[in-house]
Structure formats: structure tokens, C-alpha cells
């Protein structure tokens, strides 16, 4: 692995806050509850359902701020 490519950063750093509050409010919503908000002894599989879920409700949050913005859907041409 190269030196120097830290991939694990956010974009905005002031939205790490915001993504921690959004793991932890995924995470109860499928009923896993880390203690003290300590990720280290939750299984692999578990941590990989709640990014899943994550991902497909900004996913879903990103369709419905896109569909009334008046941008083209994907493969049309006007």
C-alpha cells in the first residue's frame, strides 16, 4: 500500500458529526446498539448492514432532492 493516501476522510469534516448521529440513528433503527458508541466488538456483517442501510437512505435522500431540482434523469437527452 502506498504512503500518504489516507481514503478514510470526509469531505466536509464538519459532517463527521452529522454521519456519526446518522450511524447511531440506522444502527438503533435495526436494533444494534454498540456500548458507549464503541464499534470495535460489533461483527463485520453487522457493520456492513448498517453502512448498507446508511447508504440507501442517502441514496433515497439524494433521488428526492434531485427530482424537483429540474435536472435530466439519467439516459435522456433534451
Known amino acids: 500500500m502506498g504512503t500518504g ?3 478514510n476522510t ?3 469534516p ?3 458529526a452529522a454521519l456519526d448521529a446518522f450511524r447511531n ?9 454498540p456500548p458507549a458508541g464503541y464499534w470495535g ?3 463485520s456483517r453487522t ?3 448498517v453502512g448498507g442501510h446508511m447508504v440507501r437512505r442517502m441514496i433515497e ?7 424537483g431540482s429540474g ?3 439519467a439516459g435522456r437527452s433534451q
Open 71 to 73: 435536472f435530466p434523469a
Open 5 to 7: 493516501q489516507k481514503r
Open 41 to 43: 466488538d460489533i461483527p
Open 47 to 49: 457493520c456492513g448492514a
Open 10 to 12: 470526509a469531505v466536509v
Open 25 to 33: 440513528e440506522v444502527a438503533n433503527e435495526l436494533n444494534i446498539n
Open 61 to 67: 435522500i439524494a433521488e428526492q432532492s434531485l427530482s
Open 14 to 16: 464538519q459532517a463527521r
